[in-house]
């Protein structure tokens, strides 16, 4: 070792919160449906004030399912979670010794000396409150302190879908009628969103924002062929 300790720290970004990943499927799922809603309704032979109106409608509709359904999951995930962190609770009130055991031999199992992990386990077991904790994070693999809120997943989503949604329908509503310029700005709103999302992850942006933008192309071009259709046995 060097005469001078050298310390470290390591620092990560939050990887459990609530919000990422609605937040980002939020966006995405706006942007793409509402443009391939806009490019079914334009294929059907819609104008306007009618694409307007199925744009603002659609983001109306998509925003609270979206939050609804996220709220719903991450409320029942939760839930269930502390369901079985009563369990534990109740099984370390019950036989604390077998679970202590049991607590031993899952260090074991990570390379602990059987010495070694009972000590461990039996002085994590000396407060009960840490206990039922640590088995739950050991047991069960969560964190009984940060368990993700549906409230935050629930918003988040709302306000990410609207926005995505809001992408698409602008050109109308500052009175602008040319389907290009919705196919452009949807365009660059999917390939900027997929590389955002690329560099928070670590992934190449260049990659990220392609492959968005050929998933939302290939989505809208498809809602567009139908709406065509559906417009010409109308028609």
């Known amino acids: 070792m060097t005469a001078q300790a050298v310390e470290l720290h390591n620092h990560h970004r939050d990887v459990t919160g609530g919000w990422l990943r609605p937040a980002v499927f939020g966006v995405m799922d706006g942007l793409v449906s509402n443009a ?16 307007v109106i199925a744009g603002l409608a659609g983001l109306a509709a998509g925003a609270f399912s979206m939050a609804t359904g996220e709220y719903t999951s991450v409320a029942s995930q939760r839930e269930l979670t502390q369901a079985e962190i009563a ?10 010794e077998a679970e202590q ?10 390379g602990l000396t059987p010495e070694l992990a009972a000590e461990v386990a039996r002085q994590l077991h000396d ?23 549906p409230w935050v997943a629930a918003g988040s989503s709302f306000l990410a879908f609207a926005l995505g949604a809001l992408i698409p329908v602008l ?20 390939f900027v ?3 955002l999302v690329a560099v928070l992850t ?14 939302g192309a290939l989505a809208t071009a498809v809602t567009y062929g139908v709406g065509s259709l559906v417009g010409t046995f109308i028609g």
């Open 36 to 51: 391939a809603l806009l490019a079914g309704v334009i294929g059907g032979g819609a104008t306007g004030t009618g694409v």
């Open 87 to 96: 369990i534990e609770r109740r099984e370390l009130a019950r036989n604390p």
């Open 101 to 110: 055991r049991e607590l031993a031999l899952l260090y074991q199992s990570r």
């Open 127 to 149: 407060d009960d409150e840490v206990a039922w904790r640590v088995h739950a994070r050991e047991e069960l693999g969560v964190d009984p302190d940060d368990l993700p809120s």
């Open 171 to 190: 050109p109308f509503l500052i009175g602008m009628s040319s389907v290009l310029a919705v196919v452009v700005l949807t365009a660059a709103a999917l």
């Open 193 to 195: 969103t997929g590389a």
């Open 202 to 215: 670590s992934r190449s942006p260049l990659y990220g924002g392609v492959r968005q933008l050929a998933l």
